[in-house]
């Protein structure tokens, strides 16, 4: 397995390789994330994005789904503030 990559086996038996975006632990929840991609895009052409709860000890541990609508805002606000520093740098970067 890469670093920044895995593979899981998808609903249909198939082996789906992801790219891992970021992980990070909240102060808020207590427990670890990791935020993926397979790198297909949505109906909008936005690209998915995935989330988990895993634990980063262990390797070969499952994800766990995230059920809490409040776990959910914790994320999205990360997922944001990243995308809001992106486009800064590539506005910097344009001019």
């Known amino acids: 397995m890469e670093k920044n990559k895995f593979t899981l086996i998808g609903d249909d038996g198939k082996e789906v390789e992801y790219d891992v975006l970021f992980t990070f632990e909240s102060d808020e929840t207590k ?11 949505d109906e909008n052409g936005q690209i998915q994005v995935y989330a988990s709860i895993y634990d980063p000890e262990n390797p070969n541990s499952r994800l766990e789904a995230i059920e809490t609508e409040k776990e959910w805002k914790v994320i999205e606000t990360i997922l944001s503030t990243l995308q809001e520093e992106i486009k ?8």
């Open 88 to 95: 800064k740098k590539q506005e910097e970067a344009g001019e």
């Open 31 to 41: 427990k670890n994330y990791i935020v993926y991609t397979d790198r297909t895009t």
